[in-house]
């Protein structure tokens, strides 16, 4: 198991590496100059010149690429172009709202994904099943940045049930979180079903029934327990998803988290930060995939790590 | 345009009180209340050395302030923290006298050391200021810029309420360079006890100051209860949320939860919005000093061929192109705006003609047309445009491919000269200041068409570069000899025909019910989207 770990580990910094070097690299050759946009369009050439030199711009890429990797030793993730600010500052700021709005998104998608898929796997078959199934691709398949318009729309303007958009307050995470949560809701719903459907076939359910427990007392004590348990394992690959998700759903909420740092730092080609944030969603994708790999065994002690 | 300051080289000698009186005090404003403004954006920075967009501008403008300052919702200079000045025989030296008893943000008097340490900040190097370039005509600008010298030779403190600033040549604008946000007065103090960070802590001499910031959510402006022109800002705070996409700005606006969109009212709901008698009553309307244009590379063959060029003006249906963004402009005829001073009200521009263009075509042994590019701004309407754009060359057997990209690669293919046609949108000029000036020098001037420049032309005609020096050597900005030189040189460009100027903007802000102030004020040409220092609330 020690093994196991220190083996992921070194795996996971090797990943790491690999994902700064490749942004790093294609930044680098971006055809767009990040001096021109500190500099301005009044600056003149020598401006340009002198902001380059400081920035240290000028230098060959493995230049520029070691001193941002000595940052990084020292837990230095550099300083924005244009914000003039400590991207570890900025990025601080902004992701306990990530967080925050990724618990939700979680939450959502496995009531409704595992709700859904529980009704459907009982009613196997019927035309429940089949619209729900149909559903769940519809949620799969959806933007997100329409789906987030159209609760907006819906719940927060005409019905005013939830506030348009902000941060800080529970009414306020519950629409961006269903946003986020309908598209895993989708996956997780058809996993649940196939899960239940199989667990419902094996032989201590029949036992069960055989015991004369009644159907909710089966399915609930020992159906679902047993269905559930693969399914959790997902939640840690999930975490990747939700880092392409909150990139839209926090700007269509106005979601003051990474991802909505991350599109503006895109629009105004601020390296430091879109590397930083490059580097916190790949940490977070990292660990949550050693977690899945870790938990499962613990679920299905059929499975051992090595 | 409206009134100008006259005659600059006469001395202000205004014998104002230690707070001064403010001549545009409303009589109906009530003072009190907040509104709150949203933005799609996170505010970069309020350091008014490095702001440089068209959001934190007018944020900026409210905190700090300058030398020189705008009569509000207007382009007429007037004096800020300086009183009054005189200008020397020679046009070569202003001597500011400072109003006394103004005061920081952080409770210390302003004095005339201040106003030395602001300017020689802005212009070092290791300031990093976008506008820097500004200050190139005070003497000892390039010593300071290169890091030669620390600070401008040219600046200098006579005693704590004077200074004196000495040019190395006469500069027209420079009262208007004093009025610009690079120009304003910070306390050093302040700078240094920020470590950097002056732009998330800033402190100005303005009417309001900075009393909350969460990054990502919002800033919270609150009246500065000392400010030095008496009975202003009416308003008690000022809240910036930021992060709000402008179609849910609009819906906010719609329930009465944000006074003004700051980004303005979407494309999509555009007619919408102004098809409904109650919300259209809402929105004011003016003009920007603003042109939307096509660059034509005139190193690029064929068009570096003049007639090619002139054809290209001619086949461009510009009243087709108003229409797309639902009438949000008026059609352009010469780089400057309308409202601009120096404007050309009587000359005519290249019109519509697609015969006469074929002709001038066919004159330059083009008659089969040929192939080229078409660079443009990847977000609507921009790509749209260029689609226009496509269509109308087309006609004339142009074949014009679309090369749609993120802003930062248009502007680096332009500043490189590898783009043979640009067209500007999301990119446009908008003046700095308003003055014919500032659509010369980078944009149309031999300066600008180096390796990087913004004259995406590459367009350099050192005759014209000759009148253009000469038109910002007079004392006054306003001289009528000068703006008559200017608009002369905007023709002479358009008779080279390196642009195809497309559309002015107009600008619509829509506001809450409850706010107050003079129309202009929404629509201030200076302070985007609205002057915050003079608007009110009604309730």
């Given at each position: 198991?020690?093994?196991?770990?220190?083996?992921?580990?070194?795996?996971?910094?090797?990943?790491?590496?690999?994902?700064?070097?490749?942004?790093?690299?294609?930044?680098?050759?971006?055809?767009?100059?990040?001096?021109?946009?500190?500099?301005?369009?009044?600056?003149?050439?020598?401006?340009?010149?002198?902001?380059?030199?400081?920035?240290?711009?000028?230098?060959?890429?493995?230049?520029?690429?070691?001193?941002?990797?000595?940052?990084?030793?020292?837990?230095?993730?550099?300083?924005?172009?244009?914000?003039?600010?400590?991207?570890?500052?900025?990025?601080?700021?902004?992701?306990?709202?990530?967080l925050?709005l990724m618990a939700g998104g979680i939450f959502c998608e496995l009531v409704i994904g595992l709700t859904l898929g529980v009704i459907a796997a009982l009613r196997r078959g019927s035309?429940l099943d089949q619209g729900l199934m149909?559903g769940s691709f519809?949620a799969v398949?959806?933007?997100?940045?329409?789906?987030?318009?159209?609760?907006?729309?819906?719940?927060?303007?005409?019905?005013?049930?939830?506030?348009?958009?902000?941060?800080?307050?529970?009414?306020?995470?519950?629409?961006?979180s269903v946003?986020l949560g309908i598209l895993g809701s989708g996956w997780y719903s058809r996993m649940m079903r196939s899960s239940m459907i199989d667990v419902l076939r094996a032989d201590y359910i029949r036992t069960a029934r055989a015991k004369?427990l009644g159907r909710a007392r089966v399915v609930l004590r020992h159906a679902l327990p047993n269905a559930i348990l693969p399914i959790i394992a997902m939640i840690g690959i999930d975490i990747g998803i939700f880092?392409?998700g909150?990139?839209?759903?926090?700007?269509?909420?106005?979601?003051?988290?990474?991802?909505?740092?991350?599109?503006?730092?895109?629009?105004?080609?601020?390296?430091?930060?879109?590397?930083?944030?490059?580097?916190?969603?790949?940490?977070?994708i990292?660990l949550g995939n050693l977690l899945a790999d870790l938990i499962t065994p613990f679920i299905d002690p059929r499975i051992r790590l090595? | 345009?409206?009134?100008?300051?006259?005659?600059?080289?006469?001395?202000?000698?205004?014998?104002?009180?230690?707070?001064?009186?403010?001549?545009?005090?409303?009589?109906?404003?009530?003072?009190?209340?907040?509104?709150?403004?949203?933005?799609?954006?996170?505010?970069?920075?309020?350091?008014?050395?490095?702001?440089?967009?068209?959001?934190?501008?007018?944020?900026?403008?409210?905190?700090?302030?300058?030398?020189?300052?705008?009569?509000?919702?207007?382009?007429?200079?007037?004096?800020?923290?300086?009183?009054?000045?005189?200008?020397?025989?020679?046009?070569?030296?202003?001597?500011?006298?400072?109003?006394?008893?103004?005061?920081?943000?952080?409770?210390?008097?302003?004095?005339?050391?201040?106003?030395?340490?602001?300017?020689?900040?802005?212009?070092?190097?290791?300031?990093?200021?976008?506008?820097?370039?500004?200050?190139?005509?005070?003497?000892?600008?390039?010593?300071?810029?290169?890091?030669?010298?620390?600070?401008?030779?040219?600046?200098?403190?006579?005693?704590?309420?004077?200074?004196?600033?000495?040019?190395?040549?006469?500069?027209?604008?420079?009262?208007?360079?004093?009025?610009?946000?690079?120009?304003?007065?910070?306390?050093?103090?302040?700078?240094?006890?920020?470590?950097?960070?002056?732009?998330?802590?800033?402190?100005?001499?303005?009417?309001?100051?900075?009393?909350?910031?969460?990054?990502?959510?919002?800033?919270?402006?609150?009246?500065?209860?000392?400010?030095?022109?008496?009975?202003?800002?009416?308003?008690?705070?000022?809240?910036?949320?930021?992060?709000?996409?402008?179609?849910?700005?609009?819906?906010?606006?719609?329930?009465?939860?944000?006074?003004?969109?700051?980004?303005?009212?979407?494309?999509?709901?555009?007619?919408?919005?102004?098809?409904?008698?109650?919300?259209?009553?809402?929105?004011?309307?003016?003009?920007?000093?603003?042109?939307?244009?096509?660059?034509?590379?005139?190193?690029?063959?064929?068009?570096?061929?003049?007639?090619?060029?002139?054809?290209?003006?001619?086949?461009?249906?510009?009243?087709?192109?108003?229409?797309?963004?639902?009438?949000?402009?008026?059609?352009?005829?010469?780089?400057?705006?309308?409202?601009?001073?120096?404007?050309?009200?009587?000359?005519?521009?290249?019109?519509?003609?697609?015969?006469?263009?074929?002709?001038?075509?066919?004159?330059?042994?083009?008659?089969?047309?040929?192939?080229?590019?078409?660079?443009?701004?990847?977000?609507?309407?921009?790509?749209?445009?260029?689609?226009?754009?496509?269509?109308?060359?087309?006609?004339?057997?142009?074949?014009?491919?679309?090369?749609?990209?993120?802003?930062?690669?248009?502007?680096?293919?332009?500043?490189?000269?590898?783009?043979?046609?640009?067209?500007?949108?999301?990119?446009?000029?908008?003046?700095?200041?308003?003055?014919?000036?500032?659509?010369?020098?980078?944009?149309?001037?031999?300066?600008?068409?180096?390796?990087?420049?913004?004259?995406?032309?590459?367009?350099?005609?050192?005759?014209?570069?000759?009148?253009?020096?000469?038109?910002?050597?007079?004392?006054?900005?306003?001289?009528?000899?000068?703006?008559?030189?200017?608009?002369?040189?905007?023709?002479?460009?358009?008779?080279?025909?390196?642009?195809?100027?497309?559309?002015?903007?107009?600008?619509?802000?829509?506001?809450?019910?409850?706010?107050?102030?003079?129309?202009?004020?929404?629509?201030?040409?200076?302070?985007?989207?609205?002057?915050?220092?003079?608007?009110?609330?009604?309730?």
């Open positions: 198991m020690v093994a196991y770990l220190i083996r992921r580990l070194v795996a996971a910094f090797l990943i790491l590496l690999g994902v700064a070097a490749i942004t790093f690299f294609l930044l680098y050759v971006l055809p767009a100059d990040p001096v021109r946009q500190i500099a301005g369009r009044s600056a003149t050439a020598q401006t340009v010149e002198n902001i380059r030199h400081q920035l240290g711009l000028d230098q060959p890429f493995l230049v520029q690429f070691g001193r941002y990797l000595a940052g990084l030793t020292q837990g230095d993730l550099g300083h924005s172009y244009l914000q003039k600010t400590d991207v570890g500052t900025l990025i601080g700021a902004r992701l306990p709202a990530s925050l035309a149909v519809v398949s959806a933007p997100q940045f329409v789906v987030g318009l159209l609760l907006l729309y819906i719940f927060a303007v005409k019905l005013d049930w939830f506030p348009i958009s902000g941060y800080g307050s529970f009414s306020n995470l519950v629409l961006p946003t004369g880092m392409g909150i990139v839209v759903v926090e700007s269509v909420f106005g979601w003051p988290g990474i991802g909505q740092l991350a599109w503006q730092a895109i629009q105004r080609v601020d390296i430091p930060i879109i590397m930083g944030v490059t580097l916190v969603s790949a940490t977070a990292v090595r | 345009m409206k009134k100008w300051l006259a005659g600059t080289a006469i001395a202000l000698t205004l014998a104002l009180p230690a707070v001064a009186q403010d001549d545009t005090l409303d009589p109906n404003a009530r003072p009190g209340g907040g509104i709150i403004i949203t933005y799609k954006d996170d505010v970069a920075t309020l350091d008014p050395a490095i702001g440089y967009d068209w959001q934190n501008w007018s944020m900026i403008k409210s905190l700090f302030d300058g030398l020189m300052d705008y009569a509000p919702g207007t382009t007429e200079l007037r004096p800020g923290l300086a009183e009054s000045y005189d200008l020397s025989e020679d046009g070569l030296t202003y001597t500011f006298h400072l109003r006394q008893g103004v005061k920081f943000h952080n409770g210390r008097e302003m004095t005339a050391d201040d106003v030395k340490y602001s300017l020689d900040r802005v212009t070092d190097p290791a300031t990093q200021s976008p506008g820097a370039g500004f200050f190139g005509s005070i003497l000892g600008y390039d010593a300071a810029a290169d890091g030669s010298a620390k600070g401008l030779e040219g600046v200098k403190v006579i005693d704590p309420a004077t200074v004196q600033i000495t040019l190395s040549r006469p500069d027209a604008t420079f009262l208007h360079v004093m009025a610009l946000n690079f120009a304003s007065v910070v306390p050093q103090e302040a700078v240094d006890a920020a470590g950097g960070d002056f732009g998330k802590q800033p402190v100005g001499t303005g009417a309001f100051k900075l009393a909350d910031w969460t990054i990502g959510q919002k800033l919270v402006f609150e009246k500065n209860a000392d400010y030095w022109r008496e009975g202003i800002p009416y308003l008690d705070t000022v809240t910036f949320e930021v992060g709000q996409e402008p179609i849910v700005a609009l819906l906010r606006l719609q329930k009465g939860e944000v006074d003004v969109p700051g980004d303005g009212i979407p494309p999509a709901k555009f007619t919408e919005v102004m098809g409904d008698p109650a919300q259209a009553a809402r929105v004011v309307e003016g003009g920007q000093l603003h042109t939307g244009y096509i660059t034509l590379n005139v190193t690029t063959p064929p068009l570096d061929k003049l007639e090619v060029r002139q054809a290209i003006n001619m086949a461009i249906n510009k009243d087709r192109i108003v229409q797309i963004i639902n009438g949000r402009a008026k059609p352009a005829n010469q780089p400057l705006p309308p409202s601009m001073p120096g404007y050309s009200t009587d000359y005519k521009g290249y019109a519509y003609d697609v015969e006469g263009a074929k002709k001038l075509l066919a004159d330059a042994g083009l008659a089969d047309g040929f192939e080229t590019e078409l660079y443009v701004m990847n977000t609507d309407p921009n790509p749209r445009i260029a689609q226009a754009i496509q269509q109308d060359l087309s006609e004339i057997g142009i074949k014009a491919s679309i090369k749609s990209l993120a802003q930062a690669n248009v502007i680096e293919a332009g500043g490189a000269g590898t783009a043979p046609m640009i067209w500007s949108g999301g990119m446009a000029w908008i003046a700095d200041f308003p003055d014919p000036s500032n659509f010369y020098g980078p944009i149309l001037g031999c300066a600008g068409a180096v390796e990087g420049g913004w004259n995406w032309s590459k367009y350099c005609n050192e005759a014209v570069d000759a009148d253009a020096v000469k038109a910002d050597s007079f004392n006054d900005p306003a001289d009528p000899a000068r703006l008559a030189l200017w608009s002369e040189v905007y023709q002479k460009v358009m008779e080279d025909a390196p642009w195809v100027p497309v559309f002015n903007e107009e600008r619509y802000t829509m506001k809450s019910e409850r706010m107050g102030g003079a129309d202009n004020l929404y629509v201030d040409p200076v302070s985007i989207p609205v002057n915050y220092d003079y608007v009110y609330v009604t309730e």
